[in-house]
């Protein structure tokens, strides 16, 4: 399948590079005896990379159990030393100690002087509105937890499932089920209010 160019921009992997090379599932079980023995370790790969293998071996016939291995996670280490909290931040900006840290006032103060530092600091949008999109990223969500997105033209998709990418109120009208689905299953409530105005919409 095509390698979508915003992707390629970031890892540096384009299409012709990988044209004429195997499948995963090809060359699952030499990865395996490559990992056999040994322990793991990356940046961020207990949240990505083990995840991401661990997914890929699964559509295999390939029995690996990443679990067994011993796993080191540079990026733990890196915020457990150090920390990315607000104290840490107000330090790190304002050259100051936060008294009273997670007091409603404090940190409300805190947040408002990093915020200041960090227009000072930085070539950063000045305006609210490019400043929340800076923050937030371009891509736009219909909810909170990232569930559902708003494509090109301001239509809500999936963003996970068997209908990833797919419009959602053109899922309802062909398949009325999946809403119940979606309605009776482990999503929170906000998303499902979404869900919801959407399905009643069609």
Same mark, same amino acid.
């Given at each position: 399948?095509?390698?979508?160019?915003?992707?390629?921009?970031?890892?540096?992997?384009? #299409? @012709? #590079?990988?044209? @004429?090379?195997?499948?995963?599932?090809?060359?699952?079980?030499?990865?395996?005896?490559?990992?056999?023995?040994? #322990?793991?370790?990356?940046?961020?790969?207990?949240?990505?990379?083990?995840? $991401? $293998?661990?997914?890929?071996? &699964?559509?295999?016939?390939?029995?690996?159990? $990443?679990?067994?291995?011993?796993?080191? @996670?540079?990026?733990?280490?890196?915020?457990?030393?150090?920390?990315?909290?607000?104290?840490?931040?107000?330090?790190?900006?304002?050259?100051? @100690?936060?008294?009273?840290?997670?007091?409603?006032? &404090? #940190?409300?103060?805190?947040? +408002?002087?990093?915020?200041?530092?960090? $227009?000072?600091?930085?070539?950063?949008?000045?305006?609210?509105?490019?400043?929340?999109?800076?923050?937030?990223?371009?891509?736009?969500?219909?909810?909170?937890?990232?569930?559902?997105? +708003?494509?090109?033209?301001?239509?809500?998709?999936?963003?996970?499932?068997? +209908?990833?990418?797919?419009?959602?109120?053109?899922?309802?009208?062909?398949?009325?089920?999946?809403?119940?689905?979606?309605?009776?299953?482990?999503?929170?409530?906000?998303?499902?209010?979404?869900?919801?105005?959407?399905?009643?919409?069609?």
């Amino acid at each position: 399948m095509h390698i979508p160019v915003e992707a390629s921009n970031v890892h540096g992997i384009y #299409d @012709d #590079d990988v044209r @004429d090379c195997p499948t995963f599932k090809q060359i699952a079980a030499e990865v395996a005896t490559v990992f056999e023995g040994c #322990d793991l370790a990356g940046y961020n790969s207990n949240h990505f990379d083990v995840p $991401l $293998l661990a997914e890929e071996f &699964a559509r295999t016939t390939v029995c690996i159990d $990443l679990k067994k291995m011993q796993m080191i @996670d540079v990026f733990t280490i890196f915020t457990k030393n150090e920390p990315r909290n607000l104290t840490a931040a107000y330090k790190f900006y304002c050259g100051k @100690d936060l008294e009273g840290a997670h007091s409603a006032n &404090a #940190d409300t103060m805190a947040t +408002y002087e990093v915020l200041l530092a960090q $227009l000072d600091k930085y070539d950063l949008p000045v305006s609210v509105p490019e400043l929340a999109e800076y923050t937030q990223g371009k891509q736009r969500f219909a909810d909170f937890a990232g569930r559902i997105y +708003y494509d090109a033209e301001g239509v809500e998709c999936f963003n996970f499932g068997k +209908y990833k990418d797919k419009r959602v109120i053109d899922v309802f009208r062909r398949d009325m089920g999946y809403y119940s689905w979606l309605f009776n299953g482990d999503f929170p409530e906000y998303t499902k209010k979404v869900f919801t105005r959407i399905y009643l919409s069609k």
